[in-house]
T-cell receptor, first 114, second 114 residues
Framework: EPEVTQTPSHQVTQMGQEVILRCVPI?????FYWYRQILGQKVEFLVS????????KSEIFDDQFSVERPDGSNFTLKIRSTKLEDSAMYFC????????????FGSGTRLTVV | GDSVTQMEGPVTLSEEAFLTINCTYT??????LFWYVQYPGEGLQLLLK?????DKGSNKGFEATYRKETTSFHLEKGSVQVSDSAVYFC?????????????FGTGTRLKVLA
């Protein structure tokens, strides 16, 4: 079964550093998403991406964050100047049809900011 | 705005017991509704979905019926197994053009004892 692949599975970074979280969505999917889950809390929407541009973003997704699809396969989330409160599990997801299908999520990247 | 409310966990059951996890939602129009499951150390997996009123989603013995009149999408299983131990998330996708995001409930942890 096709999978969404995320790397790394766990990243530790110093406060103030920049991190890039990487995702390889399912190859024929067109819609891409990032969500985050702070430990013990709900899964929160960050951003959706379609046709090489952001289609929707939450209030969490401020200037500290950016997304990019640098080639035909990767989808990245960049977090600049990380803060302690950015520590969370970050999930990438993709879908082929925004209307009716559920997403396929990756297994997540656990980001720890120290 | 749209929201999802799930029953608080954890829920602890004996093997073969009946499971109900309540989920209610607030949304305009006719959102699509989903249940996701997160096993320990893993990402989110789509369990089942329903896209219109009175639809019943089912998978792996789990069922949920989209009830517009009570704005509910309760998850049920007739006989749980130890392997069902996980966190279950109810989610909705809004029914208005241009939105792609899912809104998740806080999750309900299920623990099944042998």
């Amino acid at each position: 079964e096709p999978e969404v692949t995320q790397t790394p599975s766990h990243q530790v970074t110093q406060m103030g550093q920049e991190v890039i979280l990487r995702c390889v969505p399912i190859s024929n999917h067109l819609y891409f998403y990032w969500y985050r889950q702070i430990l013990g809390q709900k899964v929160e929407f960050l951003v959706s991406f379609y046709n090489n541009e952001i289609s929707e973003k939450s209030e969490i997704f401020d200037d500290q964050f950016s997304v990019e699809r640098p080639d035909g396969s990767n989808f990245t989330l960049k977090i600049r100047s990380t803060k302690l409160e950015d520590s969370a599990m970050y999930f990438c997801a993709s879908s082929g049809d925004k209307a009716n299908y559920g997403y396929t999520f990756g297994s997540g990247t656990r980001l720890t900011v120290v | 705005g749209d929201s999802v409310t799930q029953m608080e966990g954890p829920v602890t059951l004996s093997e073969e017991a009946f499971l109900t996890i309540n989920c209610t939602y607030t949304a305009t129009g006719y959102p699509s509704l989903f249940w996701y499951v997160q096993y320990p150390g893993e990402g989110l997996q789509l369990l089942l979905k329903a896209t219109k009123a009175d639809d019943k989603g089912s998978n792996k013995g789990f069922e949920a019926t989209y009830r517009k009149e009570t704005t509910s999408f309760h998850l049920e299983k007739g006989s749980v197994q130890v392997s069902d131990s996980a966190v279950y998330f109810c989610a909705l996708r809004g029914d208005y053009s241009g939105t792609y995001k899912y809104i998740f409930g806080t999750g309900t942890r299920l623990k099944v004892l042998a």
